[in-house]
């Protein structure tokens, strides 16, 4: 009976610190050993996490190499489908065209809002779906239709390769038209400095990309912000995609594999995510 006593206590505290050891095991040591090269381009909002993640793997292993590039989420599926690159970045999720065409395999890590703001000068700060539909089509143009200044509405779009704006287009504007008069600008960034320098300016940006250079507007009520995103209440959302052709080759999952990691959704937070487990 001792004996049996002792083993099942050896056993326990054996799984107690195998358990323990499971848990907090360093999310960088599969990379140990490894040498290789992971290219990765497409949507935009996702280059901050994409960045401090490479960052954070390269200085643990400087023989591993990743670049990142921006261009969209039309561009991510194109060059991860033709090869160019080992990730697809999509603000969106893939079409079952574009899955069945290019074999893609999808990894969501994240969820977020995108939010319409304007220039912290502008007195404008809730607008309703239909007032937003009117906006971006051009059929409300003066901000004092609004309650804000005499002054000419200028609209901030994205280009039609942009997730960002798919999301935009679809959950805020319900797929309705975009001024032809429209600026059109290439990033998440861009968008952010440009409204940042137009008091008259409108756009909108991923809710991870707000700060206080630019003010976020009240959608039908509600706020853009992780928490209403987080809670469904704010409805302009949409899941961060990486994107592979087939199955992803050994060094670039884990690379998405440390996406899921603790680190890597502390990563995913701190730039305005919700991370996704």
């Not at 779906?129 to 000419?152: P, Y």
């Not at 704010?234 to 592979?244: D, E, F, K, M």
């Amino acid at each position: 009976m001792k004996n049996t006593r002792t083993f099942f206590l050896v056993t326990v505290i054996c799984f107690v610190f195998c358990g323990l050891s499971l848990s907090f095991a360093d999310p960088l040591d599969p990379f140990k050993g490894e040498k290789g090269t992971v290219k990765i381009s497409g949507g935009t909002a996702h280059i901050p996490v994409m960045k401090e993640a490479a960052r954070t793997i390269m200085t643990a292993n400087p023989n591993i190499q990743i670049t990142i590039a921006g261009g969209g989420s039309g561009v991510g599926i194109k060059q991860a489908g033709e090869g160019l690159v080992d990730i697809g970045n999509t603000g969106r999720k893939p079409t079952e065209a574009e899955i069945k065409r290019y074999n893609l395999k999808l990894f969501m890590w994240a969820v977020d809002g995108v939010a319409l703001i304007v220039n912290p000068k502008n007195k404008v700060r809730s607008l309703s779906k239909a007032q937003a539909a009117d906006i971006f089509s051009g059929k409300i143009d003066n901000w004092n239709v609004l309650g804000g200044e005499n002054r000419k509405i200028n609209i901030y779009t994205r280009d039609e390769a942009s997730g960002t704006r798919e999301v935009f287009w679809e959950k805020a504007i319900a797929k309705g038209a975009i001024a032809k008069s429209a600026n059109v600008v290439v990033s998440n960034g861009a968008m952010k400095s440009a409204i940042s320098q137009d008091p008259y300016a409108i756009g909108y940006v991923s809710v991870g990309h707000i700060d206080k250079t630019v003010t976020p507007v009240t959608f039908d009520g509600v706020s853009p912000t992780i928490e209403t995103v987080k809670s469904g209440k704010y409805t302009i959302a949409r899941g961060l995609y990486s994107n592979t052709k087939g199955e992803p080759a050994p060094l670039t999952k884990k690379f998405l594999n440390f996406l899921y990691t603790g680190e890597g959704q502390k990563i995913i937070a701190t730039n305005g995510f919700i991370p996704v487990k």
